[in-house]
């Protein structure tokens, strides 16, 4: 039975949300968190990470920030993308629980008090699973079921399925998270790999409540390659398990064209394209083990550079000053 946790004030709930041109929806968000924690037993901040707008979203937020005390502004110097902006949400977090989601309302806030419930009965993670996906095109929901039954066959952890980063963290968590340095963040897969005590709730996800998606298809590739490089050395492998492959085939072809030239009177008779077939399937394998051998040497190059993975550019005035970065960078540069 895993032990609750009693406390004489209210914790502290930080809820972390990166933002990228959500100006749209933004007011619309803020209305909804706070309309769902005024029946939540804790006491909250909301910090949005501005990840490189090109709309009004630090506008917005630095309203948001002086009208409302509980919100905090993070906006770093570019587009880091989307999990590099969760990492910076992650920094300034101050409280006991962190909750990290979109800001588009595809997870939907009035969730988030049935994570604290299971936080408060003794949880350190709790990821929201999603039962459907609402809102979203036949070919999308497919790619994405394909993608999580991947990663739940190769990944070394076992990463659960339809999940993604809505999730609560426990301080603690958070915490042990931040020290890890890698550049190719993939923050579902950490958190699991992390260990801790974890568990699920379930939802229905809506569709946008407005704007467009920011995830492109090029922004989900890339994320489909770090969830599945990151945490796995199976692709890896595919090249000595293609070789082999083709080993065996090209023996049985052997075999097959002695027999053709018993059988057909002599060597000539066996088809030239049978051979330019062959080199072509060869060739084309080398290419995807080069490809392949490729990414994994692109991200060790990413990670011998030590780049900073997100630069803050400026923050609201009451971010200023609580501004910790995981105690691991200097003020003056504040860089995750």
């Known amino acids: 039975m895993l032990p609750t946790r009693l406390r004489t004030q209210k914790p502290l709930v930080s809820l972390v949300m990166p933002c990228f041109n959500e100006a749209e929806v933004l007011p619309m968000t803020y209305g909804r968190l706070i309309e769902a924690a005024n029946h939540w037993d804790v006491a909250i901040e909301i910090i949005l990470v501005d990840d490189g707008s090109q709309d009004e979203t630090w506008t917005t937020i630095d309203r948001l920030a002086r009208r409302d005390p509980r919100v905090r502004g993070v906006r ?3 587009n880091f993308g989307h999990q590099a902006a969760l990492g910076a949400g992650l920094s300034a977090a101050r409280g006991e629980a962190i909750v990290t989601l979109d800001a588009d309302l595809q997870d939907p806030p009035e969730l988030i008090a049935s994570m604290i419930d299971k936080w408060q009965d003794g949880f350190d993670v709790v990821y ?3 039962n459907r996906r609402e809102g979203e095109t036949l070919a999308k929901r497919a790619a994405c079921a394909l993608f999580y039954r991947l990663l739940d066959r190769v990944n070394q952890v076992p990463i659960p399925r339809d999940t993604g980063d809505f999730a609560l963290l426990d301080a603690r968590v958070a915490r042990t998270l931040l020290r890890f340095r890698e550049h190719a963040l993939f923050w579902r897969g950490l958190r699991c790999w992390s260990g801790f005590r974890h568990t699920a709730v379930h939802f229905d996800r809506p569709g946008r409540a407005g704007g467009r998606t920011k995830y492109t298809l ?3 590739f890339g994320l489909a390659s770090d969830g599945l490089l990151s945490f796995s050395t199976l692709p890896l492998r595919l090249a000595l398990f293609l070789g082999l492959g083709f080993l065996g085939l090209t023996l049985l072809a052997v075999m097959i064209a002695a027999l053709w030239s018993m059988v057909h009177a002599g060597p000539t008779a066996w088809p030239i394209s049978g051979s330019v077939l062959t080199t072509l ?7 995807i083990c080069l490809g392949i051998m490729g990414e994994y040497l ?4 990413d990670e011998v550079r030590d780049r900073p993975r997100w630069i803050v550019e400026q923050t609201t005035p009451a971010a200023s000053p609580q501004w910790n970065a995981a105690d691991e960078q200097p003020p003056a540069r504040m860089a995750g």
């Open 298 to 301: 692109n991200r060790i190059y």
């Open 218 to 220: 090029s922004k989900l």
């Open 76 to 78: 770093l110097s570019r």
């Open 281 to 287: 399937v060869l060739g084309s394998t080398q290419l």
């Open 128 to 130: 929201a699973q999603r």
